[in-house]
């Protein structure tokens, strides 16, 4: 046993109401995780509504099983280096930089997860964008399309 989790990233819509996929998917990577010698799962996810959320609450509910969380928000009111100047935008009076998702996705990809559980529908540019990280770090992604 090594005692210590892996880490399984969590992406997904923010519309993902399906609770049942992500709880039979998580229990089935702690299962694995646990049956080739971890100590559990730290569930990796980006902290917002949907998938992230129902995620956290299935980890929430089995800490005691050797479960951990891990929340990755994104934040919205900063920009870095990359950003070209005047790309931000506005909805009322809020300003925010459109690449935070991004750079949140990219900071949980370089956390190094075992495994990358990816739940989408239709159009969603986050999730895909993080499937498409992953893809490039070369780490494996099981995905359900809804």
Do not use: Y
């Not at 009111?77 to 935070?100: K, S, V």
Request: glycine share 10%.
């Amino acid at each position: 046993m090594t005692g210590r989790p892996l880490r399984v990233l969590v992406t997904g819509i923010r519309g993902w109401t399906d609770a049942g996929t992500i709880h039979d998917a998580l229990l089935a990577a702690w299962t694995e995780a646990v049956e080739a010698g971890a100590s559990g799962i730290t569930v990796v996810h980006g902290a917002t509504a949907g998938a992230d959320t129902i995620a956290a609450q299935w980890a929430d509910s089995h800490r005691g099983d050797g479960v951990q969380v891990e929340a990755h928000e994104a934040d919205w009111t900063r920009c870095d280096a990359n950003c070209l100047p005047g790309h931000r935008r506005r909805l009322g009076q809020r300003e925010w930089c459109p690449t935070a998702g991004h750079r949140r996705n990219q900071a949980m990809v370089d956390t190094q997860p075992a495994l990358v559980l990816a739940f989408q529908a239709g159009q969603s540019a986050g999730t895909a964008d993080c499937i498409r990280r992953a893809h490039r770090a070369q780490l494996p992604v099981r995905k359900w399309i809804s």
